[in-house]
């Protein structure tokens, strides 16, 4: 069973068009997060999610909005796509356990490779 | 400023020798958490090993291990008997929790590890 699953792997799209990433998780976890890869590798949050609601976001452009249907579901949409977005984004999930801190594990899922032409 | 800091950008390992990748890191709370993360060529994020800044012993799973020395804010991995297939990116990150619950993962980096046959 996948624990963290993102749609599409790939995606590859002109300057200028609407896309979407869909990202569910079937742990029950309360947290859910959006993290960009760039070309060097360099992995950066973008959003968190706690229960539907918007915890973290890391000076992202507007164009990037979040939505979360439900806490097992976490979508990312972009508008109008720029060259500079071309990157591969991982979506995550967690349960963060205050009390106790080793069950705070970060699933990813396996990635969206999307290109901007 | 840089939170987590990887020196080693890259490192090439022969097989079956041990291997220490560096991690340092910046932060004045007194709880956090600190991760290993593995990126083979095929793109996943897979979770190694973790450690808790309360932790008194270093965490150890399977031939990982991380020794970590809080005083000098270090987390360094340690590969035994290292593989062919330990080659990969390895990524250290930090997770903080705010006052007011909110927690963040802030990677480090990379180091690209090759193993020589």
Known sequence: DTAVSQTPKYLVT????????KCEQNLGHDTMYWYKQDS???LK????????ELIINETVPNRFSPKSPDKAHLNLHINSLELGDSAVYFCASSQLGLADWSSYEQYFGPGTRLTVT | AQKITQTQPGMFVQEKEAVTLDCTYDTSDQSY????????????MIFLIYQGSYDEQNATEGRYSL??????K???LVISASQLGDSAMYFCAMREISNFGN???TF???TRLTIIP
Request: hydrophobic letters at 30%; glycine letters at 10%.
């Open chain 1, 14 to 21: 002109q300057m200028g068009n609407d896309k979407s990433i």
């Open chain 1, 40 to 42: 060097k590798k360099f």
């Open chain 1, 45 to 52: 949050i973008m959003f968190s999610y706690n229960n539907k």
């Open chain 2, 33 to 44: 958490g600190l991760f290993w993360y593995k990126q083979p060529s095929s793109g996943e």
């Open chain 2, 67 to 72: 020794n970590f020395q809080k005083a000098r």
């Open chain 2, 74 to 76: 270090s987390a360094n």
């Open chain 2, 103 to 105: 927690e963040k993962l």
């Open chain 2, 108 to 110: 480090g980096t990379g």
